[in-house]
T-cell receptor, first 117, second 113 residues
Framework: AQKITQTQPGMFVQEKEAVTLDCTYD???????LFWYKQPSSGEMIFLIY??????QNATEGRYSLNFQKARKSANLVISASQLGDSAMYFC??????????????FGPGTSLSVIP | EPEVTQTPSHQVTQMGQEVILRCVPI?????FYWYRQILGQKVEFLVS????????KSEIFDDQFSVERPDGSNFTLKIRSTKLEDSAMYFC???????????FGQGTRLTVV
């Protein structure tokens, strides 16, 4: 069974600095996808970035980039130039298969990020 | 910007009562989902719905749960006889099917007393 690990329960970063949130996964599938979602204290889940297992380039979306190392089965989220509004819970999630539907998505336990002024 | 809308934002119900959680997905989306998040725990997949039928469901989604898309815009989750352990944040999500990411609503916090 697939498993997602986020080893950092809590992280602190100085405003304007970059931060890396770790995510590793365990799968024997060749075809899969990885997501990162942000959950602020207000509770909503905000999609940040997606990486497909066959994507040759690392995904980037504005200040977010995904450091995808397929052989190491890691998909770390890098946030550049942290802002106070980045303080939130961050979830890594694994999508089994390359179906376009969102079935069988497994979420990791999350990392709580606090940005310090 | 289109968004997924959930109502109510918070519902308190007595154990054994039926609850219906409502969602309006983004209008051109084809896939609909329910997830739940027990306080302090990870987000768990409950069910996905496509073409007016359930496409996948998890072991959590037992006979007490049902979903419906009654009128082409709303997507509902019904819990027939609530238990204390059903207390959680319930998220509705939708996706186009053309791209893998789903967009979540703001959640309904269900408290069973």
């Amino acid at each position: 069974a697939q498993k997602i690990t986020q080893t950092q329960p809590g992280m602190f970063v100085q405003e304007k600095e970059a931060v890396t949130l770790d995510c590793t996964y365990d799968t024997s599938d060749q075809s899969y996808g990885l997501f990162w979602y942000k959950q602020p204290s207000s509770g909503e889940m905000i999609f940040l970035i997606y990486q497909g297992s066959y994507d040759e380039q690392n995904a980037t979306e504005g200040r977010y980039s995904l450091n995808f190392q397929k052989a190491r089965k890691s998909a770390n989220l890098v946030i550049s130039a942290s802002q106070l509004g980045d303080s939130a819970m961050y979830f890594c999630a694994f999508l089994q298969g390359m179906k376009t539907s969102y079935d069988k998505v497994i979420f990791g336990p999350g990392t709580s990020l606090s940005v310090i002024p | 910007e289109p968004e997924v809308t959930q109502t109510p934002s918070h519902q308190v119900t007595q154990m054994g009562q039926e609850v219906i959680l409502r969602c309006v997905p983004i209008s051109n989306h084809l896939y609909f989902y329910w997830y739940r998040q027990i306080l302090g725990q990870k987000v768990e997949f409950l069910v996905s719905f496509y073409n007016n039928e359930i496409s996948e469901k998890s072991e959590i989604f037992d006979d007490q749960f049902s979903v419906e898309r009654p009128d082409g815009s709303n997507f509902t989750l019904k819990i027939r006889s609530t238990k204390l352990e059903d207390s959680a944040m319930y998220f509705c999500a939708s996706s186009t099917g053309g791209r893998p990411e789903a967009f979540f609503g703001q959640g309904t916090r269900l408290t069973v007393v």
